[in-house]
């Protein structure tokens, strides 16, 4: 197999969209209400897309993985958010397709939009292989809990390296 990591154009919008809500799906559908997936949600995800994709913003980060020409991943990272962070670099999201878990895709994604410097994200506390993935690439968590924005349900905690 052949992986390839680079930067998102345009034309990959769409595809990292529908990506997103399915990653989202296989990692967090226990998690969420039923209708959680709603339109909105996936509309949410193209709109998303669409514009980190035709206006990059130098503050950003933002890789895609591909195995053998398929989009099977995506990573951002930029500066944190809030007061005072602990780092000053964030890995805002990383995911990858399950049929691709294992392939090396997640790890050459987070080195291509961290590398091997500092830097804080947040966990979902429900999600053990994210948190052995972090901690293998040297992060821990440092005790600050919140609930996700994004879906209330998920306790996320912050990992620092």
Known sequence: MVLTIRTPSPTDAAALADLHVQTWRETYTHLLPENYFDEAFVQGRHEMWKRLTTTPRE?????????????????????????????????????????????????????????????????????????????????????????DPGAPAITDLRMVR
């Open 59 to 147: 503050d950003l980060t933002v890789r895609l993985a591909e195995l053998d020409g398929v989009l099977v991943g995506f990573a951002m990272s930029g500066r944190p958010l809030g007061d005072d962070p602990p780092r000053d670099r964030q890995l805002y999201f990383i995911y990858v397709a399950a049929s691709a878990h294992g392939t090396g895709a997640g790890q050459a994604l987070l080195e291509a939009v961290l590398g091997d410097g500092p830097a804080l994200l947040w966990v979902a506390e429900q999600n053990p292989r994210a948190f052995a993935f972090y901690r293998r690439n040297g992060f821990a968590f440092d005790g600050v809990e919140q609930l």
